[in-house]
């Protein structure tokens, strides 16, 4: 089961992805991204739980009605081991045909030559919402991936904490990252001891990537690292604020804590009243808590929501090997994926809010309430989105190791905010060169 952390991070470590320089369309011959030689199989590669594992069967399953004549061999992984496990196959000629891919590494077997260009294929995007298909795209090489589902940061409370602590809920169009932690501040304080106002955010890279975006900066820009250390240095002290005011537990606390699964979570089990996830990660968290939860938007510098300055992210991705031996066929079964309202009512929403705007519109009458919840707030975002940021470049897949390393550092006291800063800037540099 996947901890707090890798749920809300997408997983820390980065992949051995140095092999990938041998898989490359000329890397030699033999590699048939696992099609054998066109005999009708597709190898189909996924991580996941045991829903999304359950859901992406039945869509296989509901897939033979379409075309009898391929069959998809799944391969369901974890997130733990997929990366290095793909990375292998793909140096070794043995790319499944169609890959579930993260933005971390999209760039990583983009740029390298691994992934067909499914613009060039012919997928068909056409009813995709605004600015969702380029979230795919890799410079200079083409559309390498389509979102198998939007997500946005966002922000979830359990009104049940709130009510404890007789706190009212804030409103979300005009919070700041500093009331924000006033009202953490003042749930821990009328709650028992072991219960906190909020979560510990300073080290979270969808909260560092969202505070920087609304100081003008962003995680990266066209030539690498897209932030200074003086922006890092800011939001490093804000992070540590909430650990001196008892916003949120102390450094021991908050790291055990993000290391629990989801259900043992602080926030699960009603001892933290504010957290961050990503928004499709709100139906799981909803069936955990007592009660449910409230979705927010993110706090912004200003007080508006109109400078919070979100962005639609993919929360994963579809991918074809360019090496596969049935190009055609694996562009069928992703068009499937993305395009078919029946489809769409298999998989649902656990992998994202759909992009393509006709499935999204099938599937939301037979949605449950927690369901309609994430759609209702993508759809509430939709006119306060800034712009989107630039795709993670070769390396970039390491940062929120190094976020969470200089983030414990600074919270355990043996570095300061600005030491950590120039760290950030210094140790992403030195991942992305």
Not at 54 to 67: L, R
Not at 120 to 132: I, M, N, Q
Not at 264 to 288: E, Y
Request: hydrophobic letters at 40%; proline letters at 5%.
């Amino acid at each position: 089961m996947f901890t707090r952390r890798q749920t809300i991070a997408l997983g820390a470590a980065a992949p051995a992805l140095v092999a990938l320089a041998a898989c490359g369309p000329n890397s030699g011959s033999g590699g048939s991204g696992g099609s054998d030689g066109g005999s009708g199989t597709l190898r189909f590669a996924w991580w996941g739980n045991p829903t999304r594992n359950e859901n992406t069967a039945n869509v296989i399953e509901a897939y033979k009605s379409v075309d009898d004549s391929v069959t998809i061999s799944a391969e369901p992984g974890e997130w733990s081991g997929y990366w290095d496990k793909l990375a292998t196959q793909t140096a070794g000629g043995d790319m499944p045909d169609i890959i579930q891919m993260d933005e971390k590494y999209l760039s990583e077997y983009g740029q390298r030559g691994a992934l067909l260009d499914l613009a060039e294929a012919g997928l068909d995007t056409s009813k995709f919402a605004p600015g969702t298909v380029e979230v795919g795209e890799v410079p200079d090489k083409g559309l390498m991936a389509i979102n198998a589902g939007l997500n946005a940061v966002s922000i979830i409370v359990n009104p049940a904490v709130f009510e404890e602590a007789g706190v009212e809920l804030p409103d979300d169009s005009t919070w700041t990252w500093e009331s924000m932690a006033q009202l953490a501040a003042q749930i821990t304080e009328a709650t028992p001891d072991g219960t906190y106002g909020m979560s510990q955010m300073g080290g979270v890279q969808g909260v560092f990537q969202l505070y920087v975006r609304q100081l003008g900066q962003d995680q990266y820009n066209a030539e690498g690292v897209g932030f200074d250390a003086a922006a890092a240095t800011q939001f490093l002290e804000w992070g540590k604020s909430l650990q001196d005011t008892k916003a949120c537990p102390d450094a021991s606390v908050s790291v055990e804590d993000a290391s629990k699964s989801m259900d043992q979570s602080l926030f699960a089990t009603g001892k933290i009243g504010i957290t961050m996830v990503w928004s499709n990660q709100v139906v799981a968290h909803d069936a955990l808590v007592p009660g449910g939860v409230k979705v927010l938007r993110p706090p912004s510098m200003t007080g508006s929501s109109k400078d919070v300055q979100l962005w639609y992210k993919a929360s994963m991705y579809w991918s074809v090997s360019a090496k596969t031996a049935d190009p055609e066929a694996a562009v069928k079964f992703v068009d499937f994926l993305v395009n078919s309202p029946d489809a769409g009512k298999i998989l649902s929403v656990e992998r994202g809010v759909p992009g393509n705007l006709d499935v999204r519109e099938a599937i939301t009458p037979e949605l449950d309430a927690a369901n309609v919840m994430a759609v209702e707030y993508l759809d509430s975002v939709e006119s306060e989105l800034g712009e989107p940021p630039a795709i993670t470049p070769q390396g970039g897949g390491e940062f929120e190791a190094i976020l969470t390393r200089v983030s414990e550092d600074l919270l355990f006291g043996t570095i300061d905010a600005a030491a950590g800063g120039q760290r950030l800037v210094d140790e992403l540099n030195a991942a992305l060169a």
